[in-house]
């Protein structure tokens, strides 16, 4: 059952950064949350919910297909994809990657804890 909620999460996660719900994000987020990008810029919660109400980050639409959930105690592994069309610091991007999610469960609450893309060649 973790794992249909873990999806479901993951839907949520996406669905608000294209619709700019930047507060709805921060409850998935755990506090210790790192965010790696493409580029190998890494931020904290902090620093990428700074930059998502900054208007840094603009997301014009995300596809997200999972390909595994694998839970692993209180953590939950999500290896899948990333596809996006962007705009980031005023540059238009169009991401396509490989993505590994990680969701840590705190106190009954699964929390957004890590992601690392990978672009596909």
């Known amino acids: 059952m973790d794992d249909i909620l873990i999806q479901e999460l993951e839907e949520e996660r996406f669905r608000s950064i294209v619709e700019k719900r930047y507060e709805d994000f921060a409850k998935l987020a755990h506090p210790e949350m790192i965010y790696t990008h493409t580029t190998g810029i890494t931020d904290t919660k902090d620093s990428y919910l700074n930059k998502l109400f900054a208007g840094h980050y603009d997301y014009k639409w995300i596809k997200h297909p999972i390909s595994k959930i694998q839970i692993v105690g209180d ?41 690392q893309p990978t672009p596909l060649p």
């Open 75 to 115: 953590i939950a592994l999500v290896f899948g994809e990333m596809h996006s069309n962007l705009i980031a610091g005023n540059v238009e991007k169009s991401l396509k990657n490989k993505s590994l999610a990680v969701w840590k469960k705190e106190n009954n609450d699964w929390l957004f804890y890590a992601y």
